[in-house]
Every structure is written in structure tokens, then in C-alpha cells.
């Protein structure tokens, strides 16, 4: 089994603050995924990263997946309350982590 | 056009009860997986299918939860004299082909309740 582990697990913030969720493991992935995912409703891809080292952006968020394929972290710059939700990443397309939720406070 | 959509919404059955659970993906995706989710956690793999094959059953918790899929379409998963643990969220996303880098595209979940 190869697991991902999130951390924080849980995170609470005010809207404008900049935010980090890490995605760790001891194993090397050959491509890792981030999903956001609402109450009620399954999760939603976010991006996908395949080349240890490579940044990737969209609007306020940057996705980075380690240089040895083993981590990446999520990094939300002036967080709106849209952003609220649990984030999960997945490695080798199955392999989920155990989740960080955010929450946005207007 | 139309996504993932999975029926029942909610199921709540007895404890020994058997359940079935629809996954209707979307039309044209070859590949379909089904995941496992307890409140506020992650997803947990049972089994994926290429076509109407399942290459990965390693997923599976035990011979209690079996899975099919016919005409290369909908899916059902089936867990047999279910037990208050098999309570949860069970997700089905369906992708255009099984590869590792590709989307996958998530129904809204059934939520399973065993008391």
C-alpha cells in the first residue's frame, strides 16, 4: 500500500492569509494529483503534476511535486472563502491522501 | 453533458442486509473505479475496471464486497451481509482511459448506513 500522508489535517484561516498543505510519503509516485472536493459532492481535479520539480499554477493556487516524486504541497496565496473544502492529493492516480480541511472565515 | 451519477443517494439496511449500489459513468469513459470515503477522510481504492475487466481487486476489504461491470458501461457494487464498519460515502468516478495521469471524474457518492 502506498500512503499519503496530509498534513495539517485540519486548517482554519481568515480570508486574504496565505496557506501551505503538504502531501508526504515514502514512496515515488509517477504522477500526483490534487482534488478539491464539497460536502456532498465527490472530488473535483484541481491538477495533475508529473516531473519531479515541477510548479504548476492556477490563479491563487501553486502546486509543487518534490524533486524525488515522493511529495508535493499546495499553496493557497490570499485565501477567499471559496476556497473552503477538503483537499486531497492522490499519487499513482488511486492512491489518496488522508485529506486537509480548510475553512475560509470571512 | 451529463456526468457521473450513482444511485441509490442514501441507503440506510440492517446489519446482514446484502446492498447494491449503481454507478452510471460517463458515456464513452473506458475506464470506471470505485472508492470508499469515511466521514471527512480520505478516498480508499476497492477496484477499478478497464472496459468490463478488473485488472486490480486489491482493494477489495474482503469477499463480503464484489463488483461488476457490464456492456462497458454502468457498475454495480455489491457488498454482501453488510456490517455496521461498511458504513460510509462509496464513490465511483469514471476517466477516458486508465492511466495514471488521467481525470477522473467523481459522482456526487452513496451513503451508506448499516445499523
Known amino acids: 500500500t502506498q500512503l499519503l500522508e496530509q498534513s495539517p489535517q485540519f486548517l482554519s484561516i481568515q480570508e486574504g492569509e496565505n496557506l501551505t498543505v503538504y502531501c508526504n510519503s515514502s514512496s515515488v509516485f509517477s504522477s500526483l494529483q490534487w482534488y478539491r472536493q464539497e460536502p456532498g459532492e465527490g472530488p473535483v481535479l484541481l491538477v495533475t503534476v508529473v516531473t519531479g520539480g515541477e510548479v504548476k499554477k492556477l490563479k491563487r493556487l501553486t502546486f509543487q511535486f518534490g524533486d524525488a516524486r515522493k511529495d508535493s504541497s499546495l499553496h493557497i496565496t490570499a485565501a477567499q472563502p471559496g476556497d473552503t473544502g477538503l483537499y486531497l492529493c492522490a499519487g499513482n492516480q488511486f492512491y489518496f491522501g488522508t485529506g486537509t480541511s480548510l475553512t475560509v472565515i470571512p | ?115
Open chain 2, 1 to 115: 453533458g451529463a456526468g457521473v451519477s450513482q444511485s441509490p443517494s442514501n441507503k440506510v439496511t440492517e446489519k446482514g442486509k446484502d446492498v447494491e449500489l449503481r454507478c452510471d459513468p460517463i458515456s464513452g469513459h473506458t475506464a470506471l473505479y470505485w472508492y470508499r470515503q469515511s466521514l471527512g477522510q480520505g478516498l480508499e481504492f476497492l477496484i477499478y475496471f478497464q472496459g468490463n475487466s478488473a485488472p486490480d481487486k486489491s482493494g477489495l476489504p474482503s469477499d463480503r464486497f464484489s463488483a461488476e461491470r457490464t456492456g462497458g458501461s454502468v457498475s454495480t457494487l455489491t457488498i454482501q451481509r453488510t456490517q455496521q464498519e461498511d458504513s460510509a460515502v462509496y464513490l465511483c468516478a469514471s476517466s477516458l482511459v486508465a492511466k495514471r495521469e488521467a481525470e477522473q471524474y467523481f459522482g456526487p457518492g452513496t451513503r451508506l448506513t448499516v445499523t
